[in-house]
């Protein structure tokens, strides 16, 4: 039953090599979803390309579904998986400064990597720029580490806040995707075709 190593079926010293091996997996998987290009990032933004939506969508979905499944059939301890801790206003106000970079960058900071593997420019100004921000902000902690403690819920999850069983608030975020992948099939076609008409 996992997770494998909480349970000692895979040796705790692995722990690093399989994150390696997922990493490369999921840059891969990245760069395949067309993540290392800044315009197909930013479009979710301006509308004409929600590629980034559908892919996390689609990646939330899976892992979920697959979770749960997972725990029925007893394959899975959903106790041992670990959940970050939730710190509200200061998760809050760090979404919407990593939103203003993700617009005006065109990159976050995994892509950002992707970017630089394929030999991006504009990818490798983009995390000289991250690498500035963090060490400022290391600087800076001691200034604000109050806040970035403040609001801690501990690890809760959705289920946990709203009571919704999970089984529940996964058909409804399912439905929720679906509806999402509907609707901005249309914005994109719309978007796309203002472009078009503005350039003639």
């Given at each position: 039953?996992?997770?494998?190593?909480?349970?000692?079926?895979?040796?705790?010293?692995?722990?690093?090599?399989?994150a390696?091996?997922?990493?490369?997996?999921?840059?891969?998987?990245?760069?395949?979803?067309?993540?290392?290009?800044?315009?197909?990032?930013?479009?979710?933004?301006?509308?004409?390309?929600?590629?980034?939506?559908?892919?996390?969508?689609?990646?939330?979905?899976?892992?979920?579904?697959?979770?749960?499944?997972?725990?029925?059939?007893?394959?899975?301890?959903?106790?041992?998986?670990?959940?970050?801790?939730?710190?509200?206003?200061?998760?809050?106000i760090?979404?919407?400064?990593?939103?203003?970079?993700?617009?005006?960058?065109?990159?976050?900071?995994?892509?950002?990597?992707?970017?630089?593997?394929?030999?991006?420019?504009?990818?490798?100004?983009?995390?000289?720029g991250?690498?500035?921000?963090?060490?400022?902000?290391s600087?800076?902690?001691?200034?604000?580490?109050?806040?970035?403690?403040?609001?801690?819920?501990?690890?809760?999850?959705?289920?946990?806040?709203?009571?919704?069983?999970?089984?529940?608030?996964?058909?409804?975020?399912?439905?929720?995707?679906?509806?999402?992948?509907?609707?901005?099939?249309?914005?994109?076609?719309?978007?796309?075709?203002?472009?078009?008409?503005?350039?003639?």
């Amino acid at each position: 039953m996992g997770p494998l190593i909480p349970n000692g079926i895979i040796p705790a010293g692995w722990d690093f090599v399989i994150a390696i091996l997922l990493g490369i997996i999921f840059g891969f998987l990245l760069e395949a979803s067309g993540f290392s290009s800044s315009r197909n990032l930013a479009g979710v933004f301006y509308g004409y390309n929600f590629v980034v939506l559908r892919v996390f969508f689609t990646a939330v979905i899976v892992a979920m579904t697959g979770l749960l499944y997972f725990d029925y059939l007893g394959w899975i301890d959903l106790s041992k998986i670990f959940i970050l801790p939730t710190f509200l206003w200061p998760m809050i106000i760090g979404g919407v400064i990593m939103g203003i970079g993700f617009v005006a960058g065109g990159f976050c900071p995994g892509t950002s990597f992707t970017g630089i593997a394929i030999g991006k420019t504009d990818a490798l100004f983009f995390t000289i720029g991250l690498y500035i921000g963090i060490y400022i902000f290391s600087l800076a902690f001691p200034l604000f580490e109050k806040f970035y403690t403040s609001g801690n819920l501990g690890n809760v999850t959705l289920t946990d806040v709203t009571g919704i069983p999970a089984s529940w608030f996964a058909a409804a975020f399912t439905v929720i995707a679906l509806a999402a992948f509907w609707g901005t099939m249309f914005i994109e076609k719309k978007v796309r075709k203002n472009i078009k008409e503005y350039k003639f």
